[in-house]
């Protein structure tokens, strides 16, 4: 079996000798710079392929310096000032880094700021406030006493924000790059220039990994020089007067600053999006589309690939937007932190091949005395692996500096294990598809497929802990022999239910994007699944779902799901819950108490047929009812573990009403999962813990088959 291929390895001068061994140890094919180093001559003819990093707006510092005017832009909100008379001043920057951003007065504030009473809602004419340049504050003449004001304002970023980051976290010394607009025609013509410059300086390199396009996502710093704000989906960050005038001509009205700002929530993927920003999020990924086009055919004139990297400079890329399929890329790289994230990078489509990029990063936050490498690559590859058994990406490697990592021989020995179970499944498997359930399920929420498997991220595999119980649905699906749609309200209205889907998941908390707020009042959204369920189909909710307070109910599917939350509106009806004592399908493998997360409060049985699962102090966490032929589970939360993977499967089975076929390449351990491969006529049983299980597997013809594994072990076997 093959011990080299499919690893990239980080390179960086004076390291040669070492770079020999681990490309030996590792199986690397193929060596990459990283941001501030180099790749020495020498090791160049180790590789298959060169991968070059690759910026397109920023490094050329005489360029921005000479273009400041042509800088990109960012709206940002200052902190809200209570007026205590009537006359108030607004420091726009106080709380912002200000060697980030620098307020814009080259662009008539009047014309792009806006300054809004919060209290009120209104915003403020601009004849009644005017900004001091010197002491960067707006003063209001006319406020209103004890109202709150606020000012969306426009921003020079005179520090891009990932060479902030890497700056910081590294302690480097070096200068501050300014990113620049493509948007206007001068600069636009001048990265094009710089590209087939840079082509022509480089013909070692075979794969030119693009880090990544135009615009990053939003990533704002305070005063501490600390993260403010972080939104990997953001795109506060796209903004420029010279944008919104052709945003207008485009779309046929003009956008306010505060359809940006959004209240300071920055339209986060948490809020449900407006027409507005999903029309800025269309026109800006239509124009990054067709000028990344030109930037790639130009790579591909040279004879060499272009790669994205999924993360950073992303904003109008993302890969399951409608124009990306234009771009033409050969390849797509992104930060692997767990499954979720690796089925976000594996599925992309439209493109020749994907490539992880594994933690931990070589960056000395973790390559220090008290950090524990050896125990982050273990999580990342075992959460890894399911994903990768379902939906492989083609290719692995590490990011950041060798150098770190050379000084634990542990985690170099450890890497060395991975990469070759790596290739193992790619040999073993045979590029074949492994097997999957007879029925699709489908994540209902407001964005549908643009986001697949993106959800509740602060970026690359770290999520906001408030949503953890929910992240958990996507972390478990990543590596569930199922395949999984992602649908919007929009889809069931304009196209109904797909017949392959037999249960349609919805989980958030009240009013957010992903439970979906007021797209569940919307008569033909409700009517359609529960004419769905009615004939068979299968629903299941999680926290909240189709929650929102309209004529008497809190849970607009109460009557699908068999329960409902109580809000403080109807605490003078009784409410009575009762425990079903008997065994029950989707329980049947659970050994012990279940773990909810966050939980629920307040939820109780709407009717009497509801089975009533497990409760906590009174309130209804796990549930099943039936509705006409159909079926719905409801979860109060379900943070990932494989306990609760296993309750998920099973709940999905049940609600699908296809209990009979779950016992196909099934394992009766629920630390351990099968993932088979009828064309290879393999399949393998791996183990999700540091412990040593024995489990049994069902094949698909009902036979058995007892199986040992040591700790986060493996075995591929004969079908």
């Known amino acids: 079996m093959s011990k080299k291929g499919r690893v990239t390895l980080p390179a960086e001068e004076g390291l040669e000798n070492e770079i020999t061994q681990i490309v030996d140890k590792w199986g690397a094919d193929a060596v990459r710079d990283s941001d501030g180093t180099k790749i020495p001559e020498e090791v160049k003819s180790l590789a298959d392929k060169v991968y070059s990093k690759y910026f397109f707006t920023r490094g050329d510092q005489e360029w921005a310096k000479a273009n400041l005017d042509e800088l990109q832009h960012i709206y940002l909100m200052s902190e809200p000032v209570t007026a205590k008379s009537e006359e108030i001043s607004i420091p726009v920057m106080k709380g912002y880094f200000d060697q980030q951003f620098k307020p814009d007065t080259d662009h ?23 900004y001091n340049e010197a002491t960067q504050e707006v003063i209001l003449t006319h406020a209103e006493k004890w109202h709150r004001y606020t000012v969306n304002f426009l921003a020079y970023q005179i520090w891009d924000p990932v060479h902030m980051y890497n700056h910081i976290t590294n302690n480097w010394d070096t200068e501050h790059q300014m990113p620049y607009d493509p948007r206007y025609p001068k600069t636009r013509k001048y990265i094009l220039d710089k590209l087939r410059t840079w082509l022509d300086e480089h013909p070692d390199t075979d794969v030119v990994r693009i880090t990544t396009f135009f615009y990053n996502f939003t990533l704002v710093f305070n005063d501490l020089a600390e993260e403010r704000y972080v939104d990997w989906f953001g795109y506060s960050a796209t903004v420029s007067p010279l944008a919104l005038q052709e945003f207008e001509k485009e779309k046929g009205y003009k956008l306010r600053p505060e359809d940006l700002v959004d209240q300071g929530y920055y339209n986060s ?20 589309s067709e000028l990344a086009k030109e930037c790639v055919d130009i790579v591909h004139s040279y004879g060499k690939e272009a790669m994205m990297f999924l993360g950073d400079h992303w904003a109008g890329t993302e890969p399951y937007g409608k124009y990306f399929e234009n771009i033409g890329l050969d390849a797509v790289v992104g930060s692997v932190g767990d499954g979720t994230t690796l089925r976000m990078i594996s599925d992309v489509p439209h493109v020749k091949y994907t490539e992880g990029r594994f933690l931990p990063y070589f960056f000395p936050d973790t390559f220090n005395e008290e950090g524990d490498p050896v125990g982050e690559a273990n999580q990342n590859w075992m959460q890894a692996r399911r994903a990768i058994l379902r939906s492989p990406i083609q290719r692995m490697g590490y990011g950041g500096y060798l150098s770190l990592a050379l000084d634990f021989p542990d985690f170099v020995k450890r890497v060395e294990e991975i990469t070759n179970e790596f290739r193992e499944i790619h040999n073993q498997s045979k590029e074949t598809a492994s097997y999957k359930a007879p029925f699709k399920v489908a994540i209902l929420n407001s964005w549908g497929g643009s986001r697949k498997w993106m959800s509740h991220h602060v970026h690359h595999a770290i999520w906001y802990k408030q949503v953890y119980s929910y992240y958990g649905i996507l972390e478990s699906l990543s590596g569930m022999p199922l395949e999984v749609d992602f649908i919007s309200f929009d889809d069931i209205k304009e196209n109904g239910i797909s017949d392959d889907i037999g249960v349609i998941i919805n989980a958030g908390d009240a009013g957010t994007s992903w439970s979906g707020g007021e797209a569940w009042l919307d008569d033909k959204v409700v009517s359609t699944i529960r004419e769905w369920v009615d004939a068979g189909g299968g629903f299941i909710g999680v926290g909240e779902p189709t929650a929102i307070e309209h004529q008497g109910e809190f849970f607009q599917l109460a009557d699908i799901l068999g329960v409902q939350k109580e809000i403080g509106f109807s605490l003078s009806l009784d409410k009575y819950n009762k425990l079903h004592e008997d065994a029950h399908f989707i329980t049947e493998d659970q050994d012990g108490s279940i773990d909810f997360g966050e939980s629920m409060k307040y939820v109780y049985q709407a009717d009497r047929n509801t089975t009533v699962l497990a409760m906590e102090e009174g309130d209804v966490t796990l549930s099943a009812h039936e509705f006409g032929r159909g079926r719905s589970v409801y979860v109060a939360g379900l943070p990932y573990s494989p306990e609760n993977t296993r309750l998920l499967l ?52 009902g036979t058995e088959m007892k199986v040992t594994l040591e700790p986060m072990g493996y075995k591929w076997l004969e079908i």
Do not use: H, M
């Not at 009047?110 to 209104?122: A, H, M, P, Y």
């Not at 699908?656 to 006529?681: F, L, M, V």
């Open 108 to 130: 008539d504030p009047k014309q792009w700021w806006e300054v809004i009473n919060r209290t009120s809602g209104q915003v403020v004419a601009p004849e009644e406030w005017t």
């Open 269 to 288: 993927p948490f809020r449900t999006p407006s027409k507005e920003f999903l029309d800025w999020i269309d026109f800006q990924q239509k124009f990054v």
């Open 650 to 701: 099973r709940a999905i089975y049940w609600a699908a009403s296809r209990e009979a076929d779950i016992k196909t390449w099934y394992t009766t351990n629920i630390q351990t999962e099968c993932a088979a491969y009828p064309e290879a006529s393999k399949f393998v049983v791996i183990n999700n813990s540091y412990e040593k299980q024995e489990t049994t597997v069902y094949k698909d013809d």
